[in-house]
């Protein structure tokens, strides 16, 4: 048993969390059930533009994906730029190698990363094109 430091009596045990994390799972299949319902599954229109957008949002007909990593990728070749300067006072090979060499691998990832992602979107307006 845990005592309590402060009382030297031993420390209550809680279930209210796991109780609150079953009542979160059920909540979370029956809204995620008709979330899909409402939204994913219905073929019409919506006639508001809010709903439209929650429509293409929970369909993942907009894509949140290509923005942060553009976002992420300045991160961190800020990140990594700054941290070359660093390396000035160590070894001015490793502040090259840092800033060129790292810079670059970092490029190419996030361009393999986004490349995947622009053949997702030209498939999809291919796809809508042919139907």
Not at 52 to 80: H, T
Request: net charge positive.
């Amino acid at each position: 048993m845990y005592t309590n430091p402060y009382i030297g009596e031993p420390a209550p045990v809680s279930s209210g969390v796991s109780v609150w994390a079953v009542v979160a799972i059920v909540i979370a299949i029956i809204g995620g059930i008709v979330l899909y319902f409402l939204f994913i599954n219905n073929n019409k229109a919506e006639k508001n533009p809010f709903l439209q957008k929650v429509k293409d949002f929970f369909g993942f007909k907009k894509m949140l994906i290509e923005d942060m990593l553009k976002i992420i990728y300045l991160i961190l070749a800020i990140f990594i730029t700054l941290y070359s300067f660093e390396l000035i006072t160590e070894s001015f090979i490793a502040f090259i190698f840092t800033l060129l060499i790292g810079n670059l691998v970092l490029r190419i990832v996030f361009e393999s990363i986004l490349v995947n992602i622009m053949i997702w979107k030209n498939t999809n307006e291919i796809n809508k094109k042919v139907k």
